[in-house]
């Protein structure tokens, strides 16, 4: 086969993307103000954020940033070298006591968490079973850690303990996004748990959209279902949602654990967050553990929007979640329903193919403890115009 030229290829692969409305561009935001930012020079109500308790700027993570931050704008190394300060191991400590389990590991992401949990635990003549709707990093994670890779359609339980079943000779990971990231739906948990004690292999709950939203004092959907680190003994939190920072976490018994710190590759090769950072999501994690309030503002706004949906004809997916998905279909309608939102003032985010299955293009709308019912009736006001003039 002849050399090809990267150049030319990169070039014809965007002209391919353009023809199938698969572009994607990042918008820079001027200036962001909670739910309004302001976009190439206009002011729009964001319904597109994970900053789902609104924490992103709020005066105590404000204030805890400042005040740490004389300990430097870099952790200088990586945990096992010399970056792991005073900051980071109280917030393992306070995040293992919140989320009641033995111990917690630190991550640079939550996509680097996932990739080292399913690579530092599972290798040749393993299998990593999952969700076939889980989080883009869990799937790379099993497709880097040289295992056995088998995906269940979404949401079957029964369909993993086949997968389980038909793999039954190494170690096994049962993997599950809690809250699924472009559906908002919740993930069988409790079948899953069962499935996975019938099988032998240790369920692994990425969380990322559940903790700080749902389960008492915003444990989870761990702790929605009834569960804990007996039925799910690894979890990952991440810190960019709900928790309004950045960075993510491990969470669970701390044999796998010590294992995760001592062999996983995206834990040792790679710089310690920030201490400022830590700082931030310490205070993130006191406002989240005693935020009921934020919750319940949270959890009106969800049926404020569900209920005006129902109203107006606006089929919205199944979800009990702050991610409220209207399922479009084409790519080419998801975009101009888009356009005609931002047109009236409003940023929601069109989810194309291959973010989602292909004919799968939605609005992923996502609510926040900081919108108010005004803003959430004006938002449903302009999806009912939207669709009647882009699907009419
Ligand atoms: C956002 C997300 C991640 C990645 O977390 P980052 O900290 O943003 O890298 C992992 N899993 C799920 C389900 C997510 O939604």
């Given at each position: 086969?002849?050399?090809?030229?990267?150049?030319e290829r990169?070039?014809?692969?965007?002209?391919?993307r353009e023809?199938?409305?698969?572009?994607?561009?990042?918008?820079?935001?001027?200036?962001?103000?909670?739910?309004?930012?302001?976009v190439?020079?206009?002011?729009?109500?964001?319904?597109?954020?994970?900053?789902?308790l609104?924490?992103?700027?709020?005066?105590?993570?404000?204030?805890?940033?400042?005040?740490?931050?004389?300990?430097?704008?870099?952790?200088?190394?990586?945990?096992?070298v010399?970056g792991?300060?005073?900051?980071?191991?109280?917030?393992?400590?306070?995040?293992?006591?919140?989320?009641?389990?033995?111990?917690?590991?630190?991550?640079?992401?939550?996509?680097?968490?996932?990739?080292?949990?399913?690579?530092?635990?599972?290798?040749?003549?393993?299998?990593?079973?999952?969700?076939?709707?889980?989080?883009?990093?869990?799937?790379?994670?099993?497709?880097?850690?040289?295992?056995?890779?088998?995906r269940?359609?979404?949401?079957?339980?029964?369909?993993?303990?086949?997968?389980?079943?038909?793999?039954?000779?190494?170690?096994?990971?049962?993997?599950?996004?809690?809250?699924?990231?472009?559906?908002?739906?919740?993930?069988?948990?409790?079948?899953?748990?069962r499935?996975?004690?019938?099988?032998?292999?240790?369920?692994?709950v990425?969380?990322?959209?559940?903790?700080g939203?749902m389960?008492?004092?915003?444990r989870?959907?761990?702790?929605?279902?009834?569960?804990?680190?007996?039925?799910?003994?690894?979890?990952?939190?991440?810190?960019?949602?709900?928790?309004?920072?950045?960075?993510?976490?491990?969470?669970?018994?701390?044999?796998?654990i010590?294992?995760?710190?001592?062999?996983?590759?995206?834990?040792?090769?790679?710089?310690?967050?920030?201490?400022?950072?830590?700082?931030?999501?310490?205070?993130?994690?006191?406002?989240?553990?005693?935020g009921?309030?934020?919750?319940?503002?949270?959890?009106?706004?969800?049926?404020?929007?569900?209920?005006?949906?129902?109203?107006?004809?606006?089929?919205?997916?199944?979800?009990?979640?702050?991610?409220?998905?209207?399922?479009?279909?084409?790519?080419?309608?998801?975009?101009?329903?888009?356009?005609?939102?931002?047109?009236?003032?409003?940023?929601?985010?069109?989810?194309?193919?291959?973010?989602?299955p292909?004919?799968?293009?939605?609005l992923?709308i996502?609510?926040?403890?900081?919108?108010?019912?005004?803003?959430i009736?004006?938002?449903?006001?302009?999806?009912?115009?939207?669709?009647?003039?882009?699907?009419?």
């Amino acid at each position: 086969m002849p050399r090809v030229s990267l150049g030319e290829r990169v070039l014809a692969l965007r002209a391919q993307r353009e023809a199938a409305h698969r572009r994607r561009r990042s918008r820079t935001v001027a200036r962001r103000d909670g739910v309004r930012c302001e976009v190439d020079g206009r002011e729009l109500l964001n319904f597109c954020s994970n900053d789902y308790l609104g924490l992103a700027q709020h005066p105590r993570m404000i204030a805890a940033l400042r005040d740490a931050a004389g300990e430097g704008a870099g952790s200088t190394a990586s945990h096992l070298v010399c970056g792991h300060g005073a900051q980071h191991a109280a917030l393992e400590t306070e995040l293992a006591d919140w989320l009641q389990a033995p111990r917690a590991l630190l991550f640079g992401s939550g996509y680097m968490a996932n990739l080292a949990v399913v690579q530092a635990l599972l290798g040749d003549g393993d299998a990593c079973v999952q969700d076939k709707l889980n989080h883009a990093s869990l799937i790379d994670a099993a497709r880097l850690a040289g295992c056995a890779h088998k995906r269940y359609p979404h949401a079957d339980a029964d369909a993993a303990g086949r997968q389980l079943a038909s793999h039954a000779d190494g170690a096994a990971l049962l993997a599950s996004d809690g809250v699924f990231s472009m559906d908002g739906d919740v993930a069988p948990l409790r079948a899953l748990a069962r499935i996975a004690r019938e099988g032998q292999a240790t369920l692994y709950v990425d969380d990322a959209h559940a903790v700080g939203v749902m389960g008492n004092a915003g444990r989870g959907s761990i702790d929605a279902a009834g569960l804990d680190g007996n039925d799910v003994p690894l979890r990952l939190v991440t810190f960019g949602k709900a928790l309004g920072s950045a960075g993510a976490a491990v969470i669970g018994d701390a044999d796998l654990i010590a294992h995760l710190a001592e062999t996983a590759r995206p834990y040792i090769y790679t710089t310690a967050l920030p201490p400022a950072q830590a700082a931030a999501t310490r205070e993130a994690v006191r406002i989240a553990r005693e935020g009921d309030d934020l919750r319940e503002r949270l959890h009106a706004n969800i049926d404020r929007l569900k209920s005006g949906a129902r109203a107006r004809g606006l089929r919205l997916m199944a979800s009990e979640t702050p991610i409220q998905p209207l399922l479009v279909g084409d790519d080419a309608n998801a975009l101009a329903m888009a356009a005609a939102l931002e047109a009236s003032g409003y940023w929601v985010a069109a989810i194309r193919p291959p973010t989602v299955p292909e004919g799968g293009a939605r609005l992923r709308i996502a609510l926040s403890a900081a919108h108010d019912a005004r803003q959430i009736d004006a938002l449903l006001d302009a999806l009912s115009r939207a669709r009647d003039v882009v699907m009419a």
